[in-house]
């Protein structure tokens, strides 16, 4: 018998509304799920914001205050999508008032924010998931599949990129993004955080790291009022950026396999180019997710001059079979979502957890910390 889940929703900026889409979506994709999620309310302090929400959503009532959230009793699970320096309290505070919580990445400004939410999870017996969302293209879990199978044999070597826009502009407003105390770390807790859940779910645990980074753009303006998503102010007090544009990182496996972690948020002439290539001694998977529905596979026994096969993902690769019937029928970023929120929901129905942990939180979250130390000291770092 399918049952409602009271979810709420605690910042609603862009990644809230995503959040929220998706879960109104759940029905549609995956009637068969076990629980679905009923729109219970909405937290956000800019005034207005959350009764926006709520008219074109259906949140059943508001709140500026997400404490009100934590003591509501019509609410079972909660999405975190609110700024980084507000994980942990909220997290913690969630997890202890018995919420399941499903938080974006990379929860918190450090490892130790993270540890605290994942111990508070792990105390409350509640569920917790990750926003980690491009593991779930089904290109990456076929990729996955290849790896783990051996197809392309040992792997050797893999080159992550994630290079973005957003913050090109030297216009772009000095949110909380910039700031250190706000926002931790800059590109690598948005996009460097990402890059690293992909190399330890396509090849495993990181054992050690040595990282270089960057700012390039030192000062912006500073907003004169609310923002969300990526604003342009223009005129306004400039202020430091206090947290990097840009890092690269070499990366050592417990396998022995070797990596290169690049991600930039001030790429010009990039939009959203997150891939990577992963070589193995027989072979080799290539990812970009700008045509996401499609795996480049190298493998046989050539070895030299063997040629790339481009493979379009259909409904027995990974959830696309939830949303297409036929392959190489495109997906997009809110389907990863659609996903992501699934299997929130299953691992609070099972009781076991589907997807990204907040284990896997940590896990990035060290890796984020150990590339800052590398940075500064001009060393590698160990992860062990």
């Given at each position: ?24 979506r ?9 629980r ?17 929400a ?16 934590a003591?509501?009793p ?21 997890a ?25 999870v ?59 105390g ?20 396509l ?12 700012v ?65 001694t ?6 970009d ?17 063997q ?50 942990t907040l284990e ?9 910390d ?15």
């Amino acid at each position: 018998m399918v049952s409602t889940l009271g979810v709420a929703v605690v910042g609603f900026g862009w990644m809230g509304r995503v959040h929220t889409q998706a879960y109104s979506r759940i029905r549609h994709h995956y009637p068969q799920s076990a629980r679905l999620p009923e729109l219970v309310t909405v937290a956000e302090e800019v005034p207005g914001r959350a009764e926006e929400a709520a008219a074109q959503f259906g949140f059943v009532s508001t709140t500026r205050d997400w404490r009100e959230v934590a003591a509501d009793p019509r609410v079972q699970a909660v999405s975190i999508t609110a700024p980084n320096f507000l994980h942990r309290e909220i997290g913690v505070a969630m997890a202890r008032a018995g919420k399941h919580i499903w938080i974006e990445k990379p929860v918190g400004l450090t490892a130790e924010d993270a540890g605290a939410v994942a111990d508070a999870v792990a105390k409350a017996g509640v569920q917790g998931t990750v926003g980690f969302n491009y593991r779930n293209a089904p290109a990456v879990s076929y990729a996955r599949e290849l790896i783990a199978s051996g197809e392309i044999g040992t792997v050797t070597h893999v080159r992550i990129r994630l290079f973005s826009d957003y913050a090109a502009h030297p216009e772009g407003a000095l949110t909380w993004r910039y700031e250190r105390g706000r926002g931790g770390s800059g590109v690598l807790g948005d996009l460097a955080s990402h890059g690293v859940d992909l190399a330890r779910f396509l090849l495993g645990d990181i054992a050690s790291l040595a990282a270089d980074t960057a700012v390039f753009i030192p000062e912006r303006a500073r907003p004169t009022g609310a923002t969300a998503g990526h604003t342009r102010a223009t005129g306004g007090e400039l202020g430091p950026v206090e947290n990097e544009d840009y890092v690269n990182c070499l990366l050592r496996f417990a396998s022995g396999a070797r990596g290169v972690l690049e991600a930039c948020r001030v790429s010009v002439g990039e939009q959203n180019n997150y891939g990577f290539e992963v070589h193995g001694t027989k072979g080799a998977v290539f990812w970009d997710f700008r045509r996401m529905g499609e795996l480049g596979v190298s493998r046989g026994t050539a070895y030299q001059d063997q040629p790339v096969s481009t493979v379009y993902v259909g409904p027995g690769h990974g959830e696309y079979g939830a949303f297409q019937p036929g392959s190489a029928t495109s997906m997009g970023y809110d389907d990863l979502k659609v996903i992501e929120a699934h299997h929130f929901l299953r691992s609070i129905a099972d009781g076991t957890a589907h997807g990204p942990t907040l284990e896997d939180a940590v896990r990035s979250a060290a890796a984020l910390d150990a590339m800052s130390r590398s940075a500064e000291q001009g060393c590698w770092v160990s992860l062990a």
